[in-house]
Structures are given as structure tokens and as C-alpha cells.
């Protein structure tokens, strides 16, 4: 559950246990960073390119909810936020933008099952363009200093967030530059120099600060930026294109990673009615140019997102999606009444077709029902409480490290049963404490109860399987006599 890597650092902190664990990769204090000039390590990462701001917005969410469910609903709500602001900004109503934005379910599911993650950092840079705005508004009163710098501390949060947010500079450049247009070009821009020059101050220095902190390794921040495997090699950019457009030419590809619905000729049907509102909007000479600059943004952020070997995944489509779907409100609000509600129409009903395929959709391993359901039934039966857990999955520790005891334990091992070293290691941890080992895995049985861990664990005290998932408790003392 790629979703809630972004709150590791909520995890680690509320369960301070995990600061006694060896540190290994993904564990507590492994991505920490220390800022310049200063030796102390500080959780500025919940993973290696996402920051741990993420965290402080979805705090209140996992304290009143205590259950996964928790970034789901902090998707809605955030996907609501942007409609309200996206509509504010582009003086549009909000059905407008909901409407748009429901054209293609890939951005609503993209919210919700928020991998990027893609909710904050919309949030993050709508406040930004209007911060902007305000700042760059021919208003004496406006206050364009503390507007320009609220608009450079959003963006350097969107950054702190994740650092592909810089896909979406140069939109903000492009829009900023717009506004300065609108207010009288090279001299409203003279006459804003100071708001310019303080909001600029604002982005780039924490930012730069961030980039210079070094981890535990002595490495920069920075150093991350050359994992991200970008080129402006068209071989690789149209190759990244290719694993992005289908995302734009089929409506049913909403979250390969999570659901896998059944093809249908009605797929292309959005890109269809996309591309329909936007020759309607064609018509209407004063929405025909803020519709065009969007889409241009919107495209040139896609080969932006191209421009990385990683980009593949919903959540890296929704960063010119977004874009596109501002065109698209736009393109909507120029239209009459009779227009807008066939619009409506064809979008309930093709979203009803994709109601219809959900009973035959397959869910991939890692995503499966049966994975949810484990890790519930380990903390009810407070397992995570009297256990060390030894996961060899990446979305079930995340999960089990974010919600569960106050008194969990917890290692990562992806490798774990084929390696008796790491194995040894989770065995004395566990032993230190009394504590059982608890491996949770979706691996076959003879993958699981390996030889390697038959060596150092030895017979399994009990096991619970859910669907391909395993759950597999281990004595490290070896003192009780199994039992199934």
C-alpha cells in the first residue's frame, strides 16, 4: 500500500519502541537527514525521495480514524479541496470543475488511492497560483510581499513533499507570467520586483537547505535526484510517454495497481468526450485562449513526466492530467445549460459501466482484499503486540508500521527466508524483548518455511493464511511445541 509510505515518519514516531531495532533499510531513522552545519539527524524523509510533511496534514485523520481507511478519506477530502480551489482560481463554478475532473475516474481514484502523493501536492500548488495571483494583483492593498512569499513557501513545501513537484514549476512560471501580462507586463513586473525577488527567496532557500542536508551516509539530499533516472533522450522520453498515454486513451485504467477492471469498447470513451468539450469551447472566442494555455501546460508537464525511466503510474499522470482537467473546466464553463448536462450524462454514464465490471475485476498480489484482512486480524488478535512482525512485503509494513499497538515492533526484510543472517538478526531482536517472530509473506509455503528459516527459526508455533497471505508465528527460543 504504496499510499502510506508517505507518513513513515507518523509511524516511527508513534511507536517508540522502533527506535531500539537495528537500523536497517526502510526502518526507523534510515532515511532521517541531518541539515547543514549541524550533526543532529532529524525525520525530514519518510522515504527516500518523499518528504515527511505529509504527515503533519494527515496526523489528524489517523488519529480519529486509527485504521487504513484514514488516506482514503483524506483523498476525498482533498479532492473536494481542489475542486473548491481550482474553481476559485480559474473563476469557474465548482460543478464545472467536477465535472471535469469526473471525465477521466483515473484522477478521483488517483486521490484516493494516493500513491504520489498527488492530493497534497495539488493542494499545495493551487494555494501557490493563488498566492500568486494576490501577489501580482494591481491592488495597493493586497500585500504582494507576504502574498509572493506565501506562494514560494507552498511551492517549497510541494518540493518537501515529493520532489517530482517540480513538474509542475514551470505551469506556475507560465501563470505567473500570465498574471504579470494581465497587470500590464514588464511594468507591473518592475513595479512587483520586491514581491518577485521575496517569493523567489522563499522557494529557494529552504529548498536549497533541504537539498544540501545530507543522511546518515554523508550524502546529499541531492544525490536522490540522479536515482530518478531522467533524460531528454527521445528514445526514453517517447518510451515513458508510451507507458503513460494509455492512462489518456483508456477510462478504465483507473488504478492498475490496486484493481484490474475488464476491457470494454466503451474504454475510449473520455478521451472521446475530452477532446468534444474542447472543440465545443472553440466556439466562444473569450474562454478559447485560457482553454488553449492550459492544455499547452498540460502537455508540456506530460513531457516532463516523460522525462523519467519511473514514470509509469497513475500518480505521475495525474501530475498533467490535473492540468488538462483546469482546460476542461474552462472548456465547461462556456457552455449552455442543455451542453453541460449531456456532458453530465455521458460521464455518469460511463462511470455506471465501470460499476458494472467491478464484480469480474482481479486484484494483483500485492493489493489484494486478503492482505487487508490479514493485517486487521493481526491487530485484533494483538499480535502486534506480543510479536516482533517480519514482513518480506513492502505494502504490509508500511501499513502494520502506521496503525496497530503503541508497543509494535517491526523489520522490513524483503529477502528475509532465503537469508539467515537477516534472519538471525530478527530472532535475537525478538528474543531480547520475548517476543515471538510473526513473518507475514505472500511468498508459497516452501518459500516461506525455507530452509534458511527452518535454520534459524525453526517449526512454525502457528499460522493463519488469508487468500496467498501468510501469517507465521516462530518461538525464537524454541521452547513451545508447534501447533497449527
Given amino acids: ?279 465545443l469551447a472553440t466556439r466562444r472566442r473569450e474562454k478559447r485562449r485560457a482553454v488553449a494555455a492550459w492544455t499547452a501546460v498540460a502537455a508540456l508537464t506530460f513531457v516532463l513526466a516523460s522525462s523519467s525511466e519511473y514514470s509509469q503510474w497513475p500518480h505521475h499522470f495525474a501530475f498533467p492530467l490535473l492540468l488538462f482537467v483546469f482546460a476542461l473546466a474552462l472548456a465547461l464553463e462556456g457552455l449552455g445549460g442543455r451542453a453541460r448536462l449531456g456532458v453530465a450524462v455521458v460521464v455518469l454514464l460511463f462511470w455506471g459501466t465501470l460499476a458494472l465490471r467491478w464484480p469480474s475485476a482481479t486484484f494483483p498480489g500485492e493489493s489484494s482484499p486478503a492482505k487487508d484482512e490479514l493485517l486487521r486480524f493481526v491487530r485484533a488478535r494483538g499480535l502486534d503486540r506480543q510479536s516482533l512482525q517480519l514482513h518480506a512485503s513492502w505494502g504490509t509494513y508500511y501499513i502494520a508500521q502506521l496503525f496497530g499497538d503503541r508497543e509494535r515492533l517491526l523489520l522490513y526484510m524483503r529477502s528475509a527466508t532465503d537469508d539467515p543472517k537477516r534472519l538471525e538478526l530478527a530472532r535475537a531482536a525478538a528474543a531480547a524483548r520475548g517476543r515471538s517472530v510473526l513473518l507475514l509473506s505472500s511468498r508459497r509455503w516452501e518459500k516461506i518455511q525455507s530452509p534458511a528459516v527452518a535454520a534459524v527459526l525453526g517449526p512454525p508455533q502457528a499460522t493463519w493464511r488469508f487468500g496467498d497471505w501468510w501469517a507465521v508465528e516462530y518461538d525464537p527460543l524454541r521452547s513451545s511445541s508447534p501447533r497449527r
Wanted: with cysteine; net charge positive.
Fill in 1 to 279: 500500500m504504496d499510499e502510506v509510505v508517505h507518513y513513515h515518519a507518523l509511524g516511527c514516531m508513534t511507536a517508540p519502541l522502533q527506535g531500539d531495532l537495528p537500523l536497517i533499510r526502510d526502518g526507523c531513522g534510515y532515511h532521517d537527514l541531518r541539515l547543514p552545519f549541524t550533526e543532529t539527524l532529524l525525520p525530514l524523509r519518510s522515504y527516500l525521495y518523499t518528504g515527511s510533511f505529509p504527515s503533519l496534514p494527515f496526523y489528524p485523520f489517523w488519529r480519529l480514524l486509527d485504521a487504513p481507511v484514514a488516506a482514503r478519506v483524506q483523498g476525498a477530502i482533498f479532492f473536494f479541496l481542489v475542486v473548491l480551489m481550482a474553481g476559485r482560481l480559474l473563476r469557474a463554478r465548482p460543478s464545472s470543475v467536477l465535472l471535469a475532473a469526473l471525465v477521466y475516474p483515473v484522477l478521483l481514484a488517483t486521490f484516493l488511492v494516493d500513491e504520489g502523493p498527488v492530493g497534497l501536492s495539488a493542494v499545495l500548488l493551487l494555494a501557490a497560483l493563488l498566492a500568486a495571483r494576490r501577489a501580482l494583483a494591481g491592488e495597493s492593498r493586497s500585500r504582494p510581499v507576504a502574498w509572493a512569499v506565501l506562494a514560494g513557501l507552498a511551492l517549497f513545501l510541494g518540493l518537501w513533499t515529493k520532489l517530482v513537484f517540480a513538474w509542475w514549476l514551470p505551469a506556475f512560471v507560465a501563470f505567473a507570467l500570465a498574471e504579470t501580462g494581465a497587470q500590464g507586463g514588464w511594468t507591473a513586473l518592475a513595479r512587483h520586483r520586491r514581491a518577485v525577488l521575496a517569493g523567489t527567496a522563499a522557494v529557494v532557500l529552504p529548498t536549497t537547505v533541504l537539498l544540501a542536508s545530507v543522511d546518515r551516509e554523508g550524502r546529499p539530499y541531492a544525490a536522490v535526484l540522479g536515482q530518478g533516472k531522467v533524460s531528454a533522450e527521445p528514445e526514453r522520453v517517447q518510451a515513458a510517454a508510451g507507458r503513460l498515454t494509455p492512462y489518456l486513451v483508456d477510462g478504465a485504467r483507473v488504478a492498475p495497481r490496486n484493481v484490474l477492471l475488464p476491457r470494454s469498447l466503451l474504454d475510449p470513451l473520455p478521451l472521446a468526450l475530452a477532446v468534444s468539450i474542447l472543440l
